[in-house]
């Protein structure tokens, strides 16, 4: 098991460094961040200033020497916009990314599971057809048209909920969380499900077509002859069963949503990691780029290995396979 | 019974003071200052941020007219190399310290020395050689050689607090660093509000980055009291999500609502749009050195954008006021000047020019192209106001005219690394002038490149003429009013005969606001909350 951490851990290494390098010298060649940053006034003199300040009058492979010479003292380069070490400024943004994902997730589980049994038990329910076509409109409209129809509807229509931003936070162990105010609560819940609309679908169609192939098999059926209540058997058998697919798809969404809620945290004017992301790819912020897809990379790598570990909780079959190995 | 009377006046005052909630105001801006420190980056959302904290010595009115603020008023010796500030009396920090001219030194101090800074404030005081403070209450600068822009450059920084940043004691200001200051302050102390002291009508509260900027109103303030007790200011980046947060009734008032939108909005009885005139010009700039010049086909080699006939006809070809209505939707001026008409240095004698596709023809046949050339226009198309629109529309009209002609539109960050390596032929880009007015664009546009003297630092088209260079440069060290404006207006004329640049339209700004609520619009695109207030 060691063995295995330590080899994912290179491998993740190795992909970071690739990636890295190929993002370092991608946003050289776009552009140069003082074009943007400098005010258009400013005189001949003070932009080769700026740019001697920012180093960024270097030849490119000694820039890159010095980010690698900062690299090896954990130093991911300091944000030119901002003035603040690259990853610390990230990591400030990370809770408000973790906090919608987590809940976007939540909210895709906890009606996307059930709905999908509901589908996959009785296929030709009128109520299974209902959810079934909802699900294909969740997962074939674009996000970002999703989102803003939530805000036209609950915000701007019915007025229930703020069109956007960040609600009060309180600290948690130092980290602050919106989740624990109405106030904070009321600002996730729309980015939250927008996020959550097309993983739910996802999940829906995933769960219907597992359940919908579990119920005929011989061990369901055998169950069933058992005696056991039809609670458990759905609950149980097959519910077990349609997990890792499930389990596999939610742990990439993750991913996915942690790194790229871009389109969401526009929307919604969310203050996450992605919308750091965006701005600092529009001013070249080379120093936040690259950190933020380093770390990108670093969050993949772990949550596969740790979708790799709920297989082998989840299935026993996938853990002997792995001893032998 | 005494309870329920006790209930029944909370319920009251409840109700009562229900105005005084009312008096919080949040804003939703286009896009987010990088920090709150006032010297740290000197462009339009920290700037915008800044005139409600930090005050300047002198001030710009909406027009961008020069107007007294912190500096009550001023002269100039004989010579125009002396100026002679004198401070306003009784004005405090949010701190409760005295503002004196010790503080304005020390601002001149920080500017050059403010850490990582990526835009800096330091081309406004390294005109003056020394600066000075004979007393409290006087600040006084001198310059080598006389310079009339000393005044719009003093207007373009806010005023710190020394002692907010640890100095106590006199100041000596000193072109080649202030003695006894051996170190400055970092924007991060700014932007946890350690420092964030200036004598603005808002004093600083909370600054979380991508989320919020707070301010309180400022009571002791010497100016007319602010109307909001509080005011926010939240980074809305995407257009949509802006509008839809004023719809909400999330925000009171948004900036650059998108322009699609607008005449939607001002048939909406819950929105007010206020909109008013920029300084901002788009323009087309020529080539004026290549040779041949990168994207013209079909010449020979030659670059026909040296000959002024040719400018003149692609001048003639173009519709303005075509485009102002069609593209703009009515929100810009067309313009033949660099300035709008209320600055200094237009001269109202230059008429706008009508479209006139068959002289244009002629020029071009005259010029030698009878059948015209191909054309590419470079332009960014995420930087002005449907720029890349604008740039399809002169395509078109060239085209119209003979020159065939193409756009390559790319986003801001690639535009602008090509432009300044000269990969355009002819390129559309903006201008937002400062209160010098004319002096602006003249310096940074049209005279030839000099690093030396400051000059042509968005001169990309390298346009280079020694007669007008002299006039420039004669008119930016001439501090006498009447002569700075002739001298102007001489150059004006200049670059108008000459077509050395091809103003399109100043754009006008719109901002969006909640029903019963106005604001001044101001030239510069700042928006001001300060200005902010009932309609009545």
Redesign the interface.
């Given at each position: 098991m060691i063995a295995y951490l330590i080899r994912r851990f290179g491998q993740a290494l190795l992909v970071m460094a690739v990636m890295a390098t190929i993002v370092f010298f991608g946003l050289y060649a776009v552009g140069n961040p003082v074009d943007l940053l400098i005010n258009p006034e400013a005189d001949l003199a003070e932009q080769e200033e700026t740019i001697r300040r920012l180093g960024l009058d270097k030849p490119i492979h000694i820039q890159f020497g010095y980010f690698l010479a900062g690299l090896t003292q954990g130093d991911l380069g300091t944000s030119f916009v901002h003035n603040r070490p690259a990853l610390e400024l990230i990591l400030s943004r990370l809770p408000a990314t973790l906090e919608l994902a987590f809940m976007g997730i939540l909210i895709a589980v906890i009606l996307g599971i059930p709905l999908g049994m509901i589908a996959g038990l009785k296929p030709d329910a009128p109520y299974s057809r209902f959810i079934m076509a909802g699900s294909v409109v969740g997962f074939s409209t674009p996000n970002f048209w999703q989102g803003l129809m939530l805000i036209m509807l609950f915000a701007v229509f019915l007025g229930w909920l703020p069109a956007g931003g960040r609600g009060e936070t309180v600290d948690v162990l130092g980290i602050p969380v919106s989740f624990l105010t109405w106030d904070g609560l009321s600002h996730l819940i729309l980015p939250a499900v927008n996020v959550a609309i097309y993983k739910m679908s996802l999940v829906i169609r995933l769960t219907r077509a597992g359940t919908a192939e579990i119920v005929h098999q011989d061990y369901v059926k055998y169950a069933r002859a058992r005696g056991l209540s039809p609670r458990r058997v759905v609950g149980v058998h097959v519910l077990k069963n349609i997990l890792i697919p499930v389990v596999t798809v939610l742990g990439l969404e993750t991913g996915n949503v942690i790194a790229f809620a871009v389109v969401t945290e526009t929307v919604f004017a969310w203050p996450g990691i992605g919308k750091l992301l965006i701005d600092s790819i529009g001013l070249l912020d080379r120093p936040v780029v690259v950190a933020y897809l380093m770390l990108t990379v670093f969050l993949f790598v772990m949550i596969n290995l740790v979708v790799d570990i709920a297989y082998s909780a989840l299935d026993p079959r996938v853990r002997v396979k792995r001893g032998k190995a | 019974m005494k309870k329920l009377t006790i209930a029944a006046v909370g319920l009251l005052l409840g109700t009562v003071s229900q105005p005084a909630l009312a008096q919080s105001l949040i804003a939703g801006f286009a896009s987010?200052p990088?920090?709150v420190d006032p010297l740290?980056?000197?462009?339009g959302p920290n700037n915008a941020t800044r005139k409600h904290m930090f005050e300047a010595l002198v001030g710009e009115d909406e027009n961008l007219g020069i107007v007294p603020m912190l500096a009550e008023s001023w002269e100039t010796s004989e010579d125009g190399l002396t100026w002679t500030f004198k401070l306003r009396e009784g004005v405090k920090f949010h701190d409760g310290g005295d503002f004196t001219a010790r503080d304005f030194l020390y601002t001149a101090c920080r500017i050059p020395n403010v850490?990582?800074?990526?835009?800096?404030m330091?081309?406004f005081i390294k005109r003056a050689d020394t600066i000075e403070a004979p007393d409290d209450m006087t600040v006084q600068v001198t310059t080598p050689a006389p310079y009339p822009l000393l005044l719009t450059d003093f207007a373009s920084f806010g005023v710190i607090s020394a002692s907010a940043n640890g100095h106590d004691g006199p100041v000596t200001y000193s072109k080649d660093g202030c003695a006894g200051i051996d170190s400055y302050l970092?924007?991060?102390a700014y932007n946890d509000g350690t420092a964030t002291i200036g004598t603005g009508p808002f004093k600083f509260v909370e600054f979380?980055?991508?989320?919020?900027v707070v301010m309180a109103r400022n009571d002791g303030y010497w100016g007319d009291a602010p109307h909001w007790e509080e005011i926010t200011i939240?980074?809305?980046?995407?257009e949509?999500?802006r509008v839809?947060?004023l719809?909400?009734?999330?925000v009171d008032v948004i900036e650059k609502p998108p322009v699609q939108d607008l005449e939607r909005l001002q048939s909406d009885p819950n929105v007010n749009i206020v909109q008013g005139a920029s300084s901002r010009v788009i323009y087309l700039h020529f080539d004026h050195e290549g040779e041949p010049s990168p994207m013209i086909e079909g010449t020979d080699g030659k670059n026909p954008l040296k000959d002024v006939r040719v400018r003149k006809a692609i001048s003639l070809a173009i519709d303005r006021p075509l485009i102002v209505d069609r593209i703009m939707g009515g929100l810009a001026v067309p313009a033949r000047q660099l300035v709008p008409d209320f600055m200094l240095g237009v001269d109202p004698a230059i008429a706008l020019e009508e479209p006139n596709v068959e002289e244009a023809k002629r020029l071009l046949t005259e010029a030698g192209y009878p059948d015209g050339f191909t054309l590419t226009i470079g332009s960014p198309n995420d930087r002005y106001i449907n720029d890349s629109k604008i740039a399809q529309a002169v395509a078109q009209m060239l085209t119209r005219a003979g020159i065939k002609t193409d756009v390559d539109a790319v986003?801001?960050?690639?535009f602008?690394?090509r432009r300044?390596n000269y990969e355009f032929s002819l390129y559309l880009a903006g201008?937002?002038s400062?209160g010098a007015g004319m002096a602006?664009p003249l310096r940074?546009l049209v005279a030839s490149?000099?690093?030396?003297k400051?000059?042509?630092?968005?001169n990309r088209g390298r346009y280079s003429n020694a007669e007008l260079d002299a006039v420039i440069e004669e008119a930016l060290a001439t501090v006498e009013p009447e002569a700075h404006l002739a001298l102007l207006q001489k150059a004006n004329n200049m670059v108008v005969d000459d077509v050395a640049i091809l103003p399109l339209h100043f754009e006008v700004t719109p901002w969006a606001l909640k029903a019963g609520l106005t604001m001044t619009p101001r030239a510069d695109q700042h928006t001001v909350l300060t200005t902010v207030r009932p309609a009545n």
């Open positions: - | 987010e990088s920090s740290y980056h000197n462009l850490p990582n800074s990526p835009s800096s330091t081309g970092d924007s991060s979380v980055p991508g989320e919020r939240r980074p809305i980046t995407n949509g999500a839809a947060a719809l909400a009734g999330d986003t801001a960050s690639v602008f690394k300044n201008w937002g400062s602006s940074a490149q000099n690093k030396e400051g000059l042509g630092g968005t």
